[in-house]
């Protein structure tokens, strides 16, 4: 799971799958694009390998879920570091 989009509203609106290599580990390596959509507002939220593993207080794996509830808890934060 590299990656999500959170659209202003805080769902998660578009996921993004892995297709291929990670990028840069090949020089001459083709990649397949694909085109989303933004809005205003949204959060593109990109993920490396384990995130989703990580755990909260209790032991728990965070998932999709876990990072998404993350992210919109502390969005205002993410767009005011972002703005400066």
Do not use: W
Request: proline content about 4%; hydrophobic content about 40%; aromatic content about 4%.
């Amino acid at each position: 799971m590299p990656g999500f989009v959170l659209n202003c509203s805080g769902e998660i609106e578009a996921l993004m799958d892995s297709t291929g290599l990670p990028l840069g580990m090949f020089e001459d390596c083709r990649v397949e694009t694909k085109s989303i959509r933004l809005t205003a507002g949204s959060i593109v939220v990109l993920l490396t390998d384990g995130v989703s593993e990580a755990s909260d207080p209790a032991g728990e794996q965070l998932g999709l879920q876990g990072i998404a509830e993350y992210v919109r808890a502390h969005r205002d934060v993410a767009r005011n570091s972002v703005e400066s």
